[in-house]
C-alpha cells in the first residue's frame, strides 16, 4: 500500500513527521481516515483521538488532540493541533485538567457563537472521558 | 592623588563587580540555550499555519463578507500598538532599540492625525514609552511571573487583543519585538497582526486543479483559524524576544566584564607605581637623614 507523509504539530513543537499509510483523524463533523491519493480536504477537529498506522494493519500509535486543522493535500496530510499529547503520557487526570480548563472557557466566554462553542467542546471532552476511562 | 588603601578598595569593589557580570553572562547563556530551542520548536506550527491561511485566504480575501480579522475594518484610524520588551534590563541596547522602534512608528503614526493607544508585554517598554506618550499606555502585561513562555501565555495576551477589537477599539494593531538572528545581533520587527497580513500564496500549483473540500465551511474554518493565527504570531514574537534578550543580555555581560578585567589592569599599575614611589621616597628620607650626620 502506498504511504504519504504526515506531520503532526502543536504551537510548542513538531510531534510527528514521517512517511504513513493510514491516519485516523477527529475531524469536527466525524471521524474520518486518510489514506494516500486522498482528495484536498480541510477540516477543523473536535477533542479526540488520532490514530496513526505507519503500516496498515499494524498497531497504530495514539495521540490524543484538543482542536486545530488538518490539512489534506497532495502533498500529505498535515495536522495542527492546539494542543497534542501521546496517549502513553496522557492520563485521566491531564483530561479532567483538560475538561476544568473548558469548563472555564465557558463560563468566560462573551456572545453567543463563542458560546456555543466552548460548549461544543466541553461536550465532546465529556464524551471522551466517559468512553476513555 | 588616591592614596594606597583607596586604590586597593577601588580593585577589590572592581573585582566584585566583575563576578557579578561574569555569573550574568554565564545565566544568560544557559537561558539562551533553552530559549533559542523553544524558538526553533515553535517555527514549524507557524510556517504550517502560514502556507494553510495563504492558501485559504487567498480566494477569500475579496469576497464580501470575509471576516474582520482578514479584510480589516476598512479604516485605518485607530492603531494599537503591541510593544514587547523584557521584564528586566541589564541587556545592552535591547529594550531601547524596540522602544525606539515603537516610539518612530507611534509619531510618524500621530503626525499623519491617527489615534494610538500602546499595550506593553514587559515592563522595560512601559518605562520608557510612558515618559514619551503619557496617557497613551493602555496597560502593561508582565511575563515576570512567568516561568517559561508557553503557547497558553501567549493565547492570553492575544485574546485580549482580540477583545478589543471584536469591540471595536482598534482598526489596525501591530506587535513590535526583536528577531533574533545571532548572539551578536537581534533586529528589531514591526509586524502587523491585525489584519492579518497574508504572506503571497505559495500553494498556487501544488493542487493540480483539485479543489479542496471544507469541513465544515471554508468561513467557519477561517473563522476559527484567524483568532488562532493572532495566537500563534504572539507565540512567535515572544519566543524570538525571549532568545533575543537573553543574547543581548550575554553579550553586553561579557563586554562588561571584560571591561572590568581592562579597569582591574590599570588599576593595579597605578597600585604598583604609587607604592613603589612611596618605598623610593621613604628611602631617600632615610637615606638622607643618614647623610645629614
Redesign the interface.
Known amino acids: 500500500m502506498d504511504s504519504f507523509p504526515f506531520e503532526l504539530v502543536s504551537p510548542e513543537k513538531l510531534l510527528i513527521s514521517e512517511d504513513v499509510e493510514h491516519v485516523v483523524v477527529p475531524g469536527s463533523e466525524g471521524e474520518f481516515g486518510v489514506l494516500a491519493h486522498h482528495a484536498p480536504l480541510m477540516s477543523t477537529l473536535k477533542p479526540g483521538v488520532v490514530k496513526v498506522y505507519k503500516t496498515d494493519g499494524s498497531e497504530p500509535k495514539r495521540l490524543f488532540v484538543r482542536g486545530g486543522f488538518a490539512d489534506v493535500n497532495p502533498k500529505g496530510l498535515t495536522i495542527l493541533a492546539d494542543e497534542a499529547i501521546p496517549m502513553e503520557e496522557f492520563d485521566a487526570a491531564r483530561l479532567d485538567a483538560a475538561i476544568k480548563a473548558a469548563e472555564e472557557h465557558l463560563s468566560e466566554a462573551k456572545g453567543e457563537a463563542l458560546k456555543r462553542k466552548a460548549e461544543l467542546d466541553l461536550n465532546q471532552l465529556r464524551e471522551l472521558r466517559a468512553a476513555a476511562f | 592623588m588616591a592614596s594606597l588603601k583607596d586604590l586597593r578598595n577601588r580593585i577589590a569593589s572592581v573585582k566584585a563587580t566583575q563576578k557579578i557580570t561574569k555569573a550574568m553572562q554565564m545565566v544568560a547563556a544557559a537561558k539562551l540555550r533553552r530559549a533559542e530551542m ?1 524558538a526553533a ?2 517555527r ?2 507557524a510556517e ?2 502560514e502556507r ?1 491561511l495563504a492558501n ?1 485566504a487567498s480566494s477569500m480575501k475579496d469576497a464580501p463578507g470575509a471576516p474582520r480579522l482578514l479584510a480589516g475594518t476598512g479604516e485605518d484610524k485607530r492603531h494599537l500598538l503591541v510593544v514587547m520588551t523584557a521584564d528586566r534590563g541589564l541587556a545592552g541596547g535591547f529594550n531601547s532599540s524596540i522602544a525606539r522602534l515603537a516610539r518612530e512608528h507611534a509619531r510618524k503614526l500621530i503626525a499623519e492625525g491617527k489615534e494610538i493607544r500602546i499595550l506593553c508585554v514587559g515592563r522595560k517598554g512601559a518605562d520608557i514609552l510612558r515618559r514619551q506618550f503619557p496617557g497613551k499606555l493602555d496597560d502593561i502585561i508582565s511575563l515576570r511571573e512567568v516561568k517559561s513562555i ?2 497558553g501565555t ?1 493565547s492570553g495576551i492575544s485574546e485580549r487583543v482580540l ?1 478589543e477589537f ?1 469591540e471595536g477599539k482598534f482598526d489596525v494593531a501591530t506587535m513590535f519585538y526583536s528577531k533574533f538572528k545571532s548572539v551578536v545581533s537581534q533586529t528589531p520587527t514591526a509586524q502587523q497582526i491585525v489584519p492579518a497580513e497574508i504572506p503571497a500564496d505559495q ?1 498556487g500549483d ?3 486543479g ?7 465551511s471554508e468561513e ?2 477561517l473563522e ?2 484567524l483568532p ?1 493565527n493572532v ?2 504570531q504572539v ?1 512567535k514574537g515572544l519566543l524570538e524576544n525571549a532568545a533575543s534578550e537573553q543574547g543581548a543580555r550575554m553579550s553586553a555581560m561579557d563586554n562588561a566584564t571584560r571591561n572590568a578585567g581592562d579597569m582591574i589592569k590599570k588599576l593595579s599599575l597605578v597600585y604598583n607605581r604609587t607604592r613603589q614611589a612611596q618605598i623610593t621616597k621613604e628611602l631617600i628620607e632615610i637615606i638622607s637623614g643618614a647623610e645629614a650626620l
Open positions: 523553544a520548536a515553535a514549524p506550527y504550517r499555519m494553510v485559504l508557553n503557547f501567549a477583545e471584536r500553494t501544488l493542487l493540480e483539485a479543489v479542496y473540500e471544507y469541513e465544515p467557519e474554518i476559527d483559524l488562532k495566537a500563534i507565540f
